[in-house]
């Protein structure tokens, strides 16, 4: 039986929820469907950065952000981090307004099976026999895709590599998940501010599409998109303190797997046989990987206890 109060079982309800919001958050773009998805992403950033300051001072950790944000090394790094995030945001908008969800999920999927293999390029960690067969069983499985969906199997590699990327970078850059997060979103601040400004008031209006001002509801979803970015990443960052690392690496398949319930039976997306064939490749792969990090870490806390 699980018990409520524990550090793992709180850990555990943290993550979960953390995931469902990953996992619905078509959902909640698709609300944002006549707004333009850079338009989206902008109020994403320029919203966050009040929330997340917010947090920070209330969890007294201002001092971290001004101490990051003067490290020449760090600066570069967020620099670089914020572009990946912001491109990684824009194309996974973007993909759920044109009805490709199926195609981001996928991307999402891939993406922890390429910082395993980015590991092993730039950072010299170690690879077994197993992770390597996981990594050819993915890459066999994009091949698949690419033979009948090569339209959209872009925006599954776009986003792969874009968010491995981001958590290379992250790992490298020795900073907490709230502190880099309000750094990135502060570096993109004003560009983004003028970018708005120049969208909303001095591009010509369209009547195909909606700005910030032109309706209320819009608006609130525009700015709760701050909220939808920061309360996950609140519960997932404090779940990772409280839970394993393989039970977090197997919750880190969730939100891709719940948005593409999502784009099949909400959206109705059309799922191919190649698709089919593809999501069970990833899926084996991913299993394969999983065990293998399962056995890897029984091992080494045998190791330890002996």
Not at 41 to 48: D, L, T
Not at 251 to 274: C, D, M, R, W
């Amino acid at each position: 039986m699980f018990n409520l109060r524990s550090s793992g079982t709180i850990g555990l309800i943290q993550a979960l929820i953390a995931c469902v919001f990953w996992g619905l958050m078509p959902v909640y773009f698709k609300l944002l469907q006549s707004v333009d998805a850079l338009e989206i992403v902008g109020h994403r950033i320029v919203w966050s950065v009040p929330l997340l300051i917010v947090i920070l001072y209330f969890r007294k950790n201002i001092g971290g952000l001004a101490t990051a944000l003067k490290d020449p090394k760090l600066r570069l790094a967020m620099f670089a981090s914020s572009c990946l995030i912001a491109a990684n945001w824009l194309i996974y908008v973007w993909a759920v307004h044109e009805d490709h969800i199926l195609a981001a999920s996928l991307g999402y999927f891939i993406s922890p099976l390429l910082s395993v293999f980015m590991g092993r390029i730039f950072l010299g960690e170690p690879l077994s026999g197993r992770k390597w067969i996981a990594i050819t069983i993915a890459g066999v499985g994009v091949a698949v895709l690419a033979v009948q969906a090569l339209d959209t199997l872009w925006i599954s590699l776009a986003l792969a590599a874009s968010w491995s990327s981001y958590a290379l970078v992250r790992k490298i850059a020795d900073i907490g998940p709230i502190v880099g997060l309000t750094a990135e979103t502060g570096i993109l601040f004003l560009p983004f501010t003028l970018l708005l400004i120049w969208l909303t008031y001095v591009l010509p209006a369209s009547p195909v599409t909606q700005h910030f001002g032109d309706d209320r509801t819009i608006d609130l979803l525009l700015i709760g998109g701050s909220f939808v970015t920061a309360i996950p990443l609140l519960l997932f960052a404090s779940a990772v303190k409280k839970m394993t690392l393989s039970a977090i690496g197997l919750l880190n398949y969730l939100a891709p797997t719940i948005q593409f319930v999502v784009g099949v039976f909400v959206y109705k997306e059309t799922i191919t046989l190649s698709h089919l064939v593809c999501f069970v490749l990833i899926w084996t792969s991913i299993a394969l990987y999983t065990t293998d990090s399962y056995l890897a870490g029984k091992a080494a806390r045998k190791a330890r206890s002996v």
